[in-house]
Protein backbone atom coordinates (compact mmCIF):
# COMPACT_ATOMS: atom_id res chain seq x y z
CA UNK A 1 0.00 0.00 0.00
CA UNK A 2 1.31 3.40 -0.73
CA UNK A 3 1.75 5.93 1.37
CA UNK A 4 -0.50 8.43 -0.24
CA UNK A 5 -3.34 5.86 0.01
CA UNK A 6 -2.43 4.96 3.75
CA UNK A 7 -2.32 8.80 4.55
CA UNK A 8 -5.67 9.63 2.42
CA UNK A 9 -7.14 6.61 4.73
CA UNK A 10 -5.95 8.38 7.99
CA UNK A 11 -7.63 11.86 6.68
CA UNK A 12 -10.55 9.99 6.20
CA UNK A 13 -11.01 8.33 9.95
CA UNK A 14 -10.15 11.83 11.35
CA UNK A 15 -13.12 13.89 9.55
CA UNK A 16 -15.43 10.49 10.02
CA UNK A 17 -14.31 10.40 14.28
CA UNK A 18 -14.56 14.45 14.28
CA UNK A 19 -17.57 14.82 13.16
CA UNK A 20 -19.06 11.88 14.98
CA UNK A 21 -18.04 14.11 18.47
CA UNK A 22 -19.14 17.39 16.79
CA UNK A 23 -22.67 16.40 14.96
CA UNK A 24 -25.95 16.32 17.31
CA UNK A 25 -27.00 13.47 18.14
CA UNK A 26 -30.48 12.98 16.23
CA UNK A 27 -33.33 12.89 18.56
CA UNK A 28 -35.22 9.22 18.42
CA UNK A 29 -38.97 8.81 19.67
CA UNK A 30 -39.87 4.93 18.50
CA UNK A 31 -39.00 3.52 21.46
CA UNK A 32 -42.04 4.50 23.42
CA UNK A 33 -44.46 2.54 25.08
CA UNK A 34 -47.90 3.04 26.01
CA UNK A 35 -47.27 1.08 29.15
CA UNK A 36 -50.77 2.20 31.47
CA UNK A 37 -53.97 3.24 30.82
CA UNK A 38 -56.18 4.47 34.21
CA UNK A 39 -59.49 6.01 34.64
CA UNK A 40 -62.46 6.58 37.10
CA UNK A 41 -65.93 5.81 36.42
CA UNK A 42 -67.26 9.20 34.93
CA UNK A 43 -63.71 9.41 33.07
CA UNK A 44 -62.71 13.37 34.44
CA UNK A 45 -59.78 10.92 36.38
CA UNK A 46 -57.85 9.27 33.54
CA UNK A 47 -53.88 8.98 33.10
CA UNK A 48 -51.31 7.43 30.54
CA UNK A 49 -48.35 6.45 31.09
CA UNK A 50 -45.42 5.68 28.22
CA UNK A 51 -42.44 3.99 28.82
CA UNK A 52 -39.05 3.28 26.77
CA UNK A 53 -39.08 0.12 26.39
CA UNK A 54 -35.71 -1.24 24.91
CA UNK A 55 -33.02 0.51 27.15
CA UNK A 56 -32.42 3.81 24.57
CA UNK A 57 -31.10 6.90 25.14
CA UNK A 58 -31.46 9.73 23.13
CA UNK A 59 -35.25 9.23 22.81
CA UNK A 60 -35.97 12.70 22.91
CA UNK A 61 -37.99 13.60 20.39
CA UNK A 62 -42.04 13.07 21.69
CA UNK A 63 -42.80 16.79 21.47
CA UNK A 64 -44.70 16.87 18.13
CA UNK A 65 -45.85 13.51 18.01
CA UNK A 66 -49.43 12.91 19.00
CA UNK A 67 -51.35 10.50 21.37
CA UNK A 68 -54.70 9.13 20.10
CA UNK A 69 -57.87 7.18 20.66
CA UNK A 70 -60.61 6.86 19.09
CA UNK A 71 -62.37 10.24 19.32
CA UNK A 72 -59.16 12.20 20.16
CA UNK A 73 -56.20 13.74 19.91
CA UNK A 74 -53.31 14.88 21.83
CA UNK A 75 -49.94 16.27 20.45
CA UNK A 76 -46.99 16.33 22.88
CA UNK A 77 -45.26 20.08 23.66
CA UNK A 78 -43.79 21.76 26.60
CA UNK A 79 -41.69 19.18 28.32
CA UNK A 80 -38.13 19.57 27.57
CA UNK A 81 -37.26 15.44 27.77
CA UNK A 82 -33.35 14.69 28.86
CA UNK A 83 -31.03 12.84 26.85
CA UNK A 84 -31.03 10.20 29.58
CA UNK A 85 -34.33 8.22 28.22
CA UNK A 86 -33.16 4.21 28.98
CA UNK A 87 -36.33 2.57 30.93
CA UNK A 88 -37.81 5.73 31.75
CA UNK A 89 -41.67 6.81 31.92
CA UNK A 90 -43.37 9.63 30.46
CA UNK A 91 -46.59 10.85 32.29
CA UNK A 92 -49.71 12.13 30.92
CA UNK A 93 -52.85 13.16 32.87
CA UNK A 94 -56.01 14.50 33.19
CA UNK A 95 -56.48 17.98 35.22
CA UNK A 96 -58.91 16.42 37.58
CA UNK A 97 -56.25 13.34 38.07
CA UNK A 98 -53.18 15.88 38.28
CA UNK A 99 -54.62 17.83 41.32
CA UNK A 100 -54.89 14.73 43.71
CA UNK A 101 -53.07 15.05 46.38
CA UNK A 102 -50.03 13.02 46.19
CA UNK A 103 -50.34 12.51 42.34
CA UNK A 104 -47.20 12.41 40.83
CA UNK A 105 -46.32 15.72 38.89
CA UNK A 106 -47.32 14.79 35.33
CA UNK A 107 -44.86 15.73 32.19
CA UNK A 108 -47.61 16.17 30.33
CA UNK A 109 -51.54 17.85 30.43
CA UNK A 110 -54.74 16.74 28.67
CA UNK A 111 -56.54 19.64 28.09
CA UNK A 112 -60.06 19.98 29.62
CA UNK A 113 -61.66 20.10 26.54
CA UNK A 114 -60.23 16.60 25.68
CA UNK A 115 -61.22 14.55 28.54
CA UNK A 116 -62.45 12.08 28.64
CA UNK A 117 -59.58 10.72 26.64
CA UNK A 118 -60.57 7.41 25.87
CA UNK A 119 -63.87 5.58 26.35
CA UNK A 120 -63.81 3.14 29.81
CA UNK A 121 -66.21 0.75 27.59
CA UNK A 122 -64.07 -0.23 24.97
CA UNK A 123 -61.16 2.02 22.82
CA UNK A 124 -57.13 2.21 22.32
CA UNK A 125 -54.63 4.43 22.76
CA UNK A 126 -51.86 5.16 20.06
CA UNK A 127 -48.67 6.77 20.78
CA UNK A 128 -47.50 8.11 17.38
CA UNK A 129 -47.53 5.34 15.00
CA UNK A 130 -45.19 3.25 17.20
CA UNK A 131 -47.60 1.39 19.59
CA UNK A 132 -51.15 0.78 20.09
CA UNK A 133 -53.06 -0.25 23.70
CA UNK A 134 -56.47 -1.70 22.34
CA UNK A 135 -58.86 -2.63 24.79
CA UNK A 136 -62.13 -3.89 25.38
CA UNK A 137 -62.55 -2.13 28.73
CA UNK A 138 -60.44 -0.84 31.45
CA UNK A 139 -61.25 -1.24 35.53
CA UNK A 140 -63.32 1.76 36.81
CA UNK A 141 -62.96 1.31 40.23
CA UNK A 142 -60.73 4.12 41.42
CA UNK A 143 -57.79 1.46 42.27
CA UNK A 144 -56.90 -0.56 38.83
CA UNK A 145 -55.38 0.46 36.12
CA UNK A 146 -55.02 -1.47 32.84
CA UNK A 147 -51.58 -2.43 31.56
CA UNK A 148 -49.20 -3.00 28.45
CA UNK A 149 -50.53 -7.10 27.80
CA UNK A 150 -54.10 -6.28 29.41
CA UNK A 151 -52.81 -7.08 32.52
CA UNK A 152 -54.99 -5.30 35.03
CA UNK A 153 -53.16 -4.47 38.50
CA UNK A 154 -52.91 -1.73 41.23
CA UNK A 155 -52.35 1.38 39.38
CA UNK A 156 -48.44 2.68 39.65
CA UNK A 157 -48.33 6.24 37.99
CA UNK A 158 -44.58 7.40 37.42
CA UNK A 159 -43.46 10.48 35.95
CA UNK A 160 -39.91 11.13 34.13
CA UNK A 161 -38.34 11.80 36.95
CA UNK A 162 -38.95 8.73 38.39
CA UNK A 163 -41.66 9.51 41.35
CA UNK A 164 -44.55 6.71 41.65
CA UNK A 165 -47.46 7.12 43.15
CA UNK A 166 -50.99 5.17 43.67
CA UNK A 167 -54.93 6.25 43.34
CA UNK A 168 -57.32 4.92 45.80
CA UNK A 169 -60.92 6.54 44.63
CA UNK A 170 -62.96 3.79 45.78
CA UNK A 171 -62.18 3.66 49.70
CA UNK A 172 -62.19 6.50 51.92
CA UNK A 173 -60.73 4.25 54.83
CA UNK A 174 -58.44 1.09 53.65
CA UNK A 175 -59.28 -1.93 55.91
CA UNK A 176 -62.98 -0.73 55.73
CA UNK A 177 -64.11 -3.63 53.90
CA UNK A 178 -67.95 -3.69 55.05
CA UNK A 179 -68.12 0.06 55.16
CA UNK A 180 -68.69 0.80 58.99
CA UNK A 181 -66.97 3.66 59.15
CA UNK A 182 -64.14 2.02 61.43
CA UNK A 183 -62.20 -0.96 61.25
CA UNK A 184 -63.76 -4.23 63.16
CA UNK A 185 -64.55 -7.62 63.45
CA UNK A 186 -66.50 -7.22 60.53
CA UNK A 187 -64.02 -5.91 58.28
CA UNK A 188 -61.86 -9.61 58.83
CA UNK A 189 -64.68 -11.43 57.46
CA UNK A 190 -64.85 -8.96 54.19
CA UNK A 191 -60.95 -8.86 53.67
CA UNK A 192 -60.76 -12.38 53.66
CA UNK A 193 -63.83 -12.90 51.53
CA UNK A 194 -62.37 -10.33 49.23
CA UNK A 195 -58.90 -12.02 49.14
CA UNK A 196 -60.28 -15.58 48.41
CA UNK A 197 -62.17 -13.97 45.87
CA UNK A 198 -65.61 -14.55 47.26
CA UNK A 199 -67.11 -11.14 48.03
CA UNK A 200 -70.78 -10.52 48.85
CA UNK A 201 -72.54 -7.41 48.50
CA UNK A 202 -71.76 -4.72 50.83
CA UNK A 203 -68.10 -5.62 50.51
CA UNK A 204 -65.94 -2.86 49.27
CA UNK A 205 -62.97 -4.55 47.49
CA UNK A 206 -60.76 -1.62 46.71
CA UNK A 207 -61.19 -1.39 50.54
CA UNK A 208 -58.96 -4.49 50.82
CA UNK A 209 -56.63 -3.30 48.31
CA UNK A 210 -53.69 -2.22 49.56
CA UNK A 211 -50.82 -2.75 46.62
CA UNK A 212 -48.30 -3.93 48.33
CA UNK A 213 -47.32 -6.10 45.51
CA UNK A 214 -48.67 -9.30 47.48
CA UNK A 215 -51.31 -11.01 49.34
CA UNK A 216 -48.78 -11.67 52.41
CA UNK A 217 -48.06 -7.40 52.06
CA UNK A 218 -51.70 -6.49 52.09
CA UNK A 219 -52.01 -8.94 55.12
CA UNK A 220 -49.40 -7.21 56.93
CA UNK A 221 -51.24 -3.90 56.07
CA UNK A 222 -54.43 -4.67 56.94
CA UNK A 223 -53.58 -6.00 60.48
CA UNK A 224 -51.21 -3.29 61.06
CA UNK A 225 -54.61 -1.12 60.72
CA UNK A 226 -56.93 -3.31 62.68
CA UNK A 227 -53.97 -3.34 65.42
Known sequence: MSRGIRYSRVVVAVVALTLAMTLPVLAGAHTWRVNEVFSNA???????ELRECCGGNFETGVNG????????????????????????????????????????????????GSVPFFNTGGDFVKYAVYDTLTFAGVPTNGVHSLNAGLVVACNTPTNYAGTSGSINLGCSMLGDVNGSGGLDGGDIAGFVRVKTGTPIGGDNVTCAEYCT????GDIAAFVNDLL
Open 42 to 48: AGNIQFI
Open 65 to 112: QSLTSTTRSYTFSGFTIPPTTANKHLLIATPDCAALPGFPTPNYIIPA
Open 213 to 216: GTLA
